[in-house]
């Protein structure tokens, strides 16, 4: 989880960066305040639409993991059942075995307790 944590600092920091770099560099261009103002607008504008186009993106990517997370949970709750029912058959089974081993040996008991 620190591994996720630390890249997200770092993206962070590097797009306050980016944006940092992006103002001093149109602060201190050779150009008028109404042309410096202008591509500030553009770039703002530019920026907002590739946020929005990549927020987009994240999120049909965490549909889209939440949607293999809930389908591959359903397979194993599937096989789990699955393998419950199993194991509830073997132990019936064994239940049974054990029963009339039991059965067996008292009916052997009874017949030798008889005889003698």
Sequence with gaps: MSERDEFGA??????????????VALLFAPQSGEETRALIKDK??????????????ALARAEQLAADARLRAEELTKEARTRAAELASEVRERGKSAVEAVRKTKKSDGNSEASA
């Design 10 to 23: 770092f993206l962070v920091g590097f797009i306050v960066g980016g944006l940092t770099g992006a103002v």
């Design 44 to 57: 703002s504008i530019e920026l907002r639409d590739k946020a929005q186009v990549t927020t987009e993106e």
